[in-house]
């Protein structure tokens, strides 16, 4: 399976460095790299039995199927459909997963990481 390089390196001390672009990513870099990470995607579902396990290191490197992970995809992109968590996190300033189980790192200013991502759009001229 040939890794979509461009992602973002384990050594990055932002642990939310790719959960959001930056101010110098174009648009077509980003559909690159998603169309790139898509190719990878479908090589290992193709490659790999569901029960085949990896480690994810931004989930405390815990042990998960390509099953498990392929869910938690499917939920992702549910959950970010239209921006809904966006719309929900105005509403009741809820994060993250669920109320009781957090996805976002420890010690994450969040407060501060949404002023950051409203100045890079602001910057890009999109969502202003």
């Known amino acids: ?3 979509p390089g461009g992602l973002v390196s384990p050594d990055d ?3 939310l460095a790719g959960w959001h672009a930056t101010e110098t990513e174009t648009a077509a870099g980003i559909i690159d790299l998603y169309r790139r990470a898509q190719i990878f995607a479908d090589e290992t579902i193709n ?3 569901l029960d085949a396990i990896g480690h994810v290191a931004h989930w405390a490197g815990a042990e998960v199927t ?6 938690h995809k499917t939920v992702d992109a549910q959950r970010h459909a239209g921006h809904a968590d966006i719309l929900r996190e105005q509403i009741d300033g809820s994060i993250g997963l669920l109320p009781d ?6 010690g994450v200013d969040w407060a ?9 759009a602001a910057g890009s001229g999109e969502g202003s």
């Open 1 to 3: 399976m040939a890794h």
């Open 13 to 15: 001390p932002d642990p």
């Open 47 to 49: 490659e790999l039995p």
């Open 66 to 71: 390509l099953h498990e992970v392929m869910v």
């Open 101 to 106: 189980v957090s996805n976002v790192p420890d």
């Open 112 to 120: 501060a990481y949404t002023r950051r991502l409203t100045a890079i």
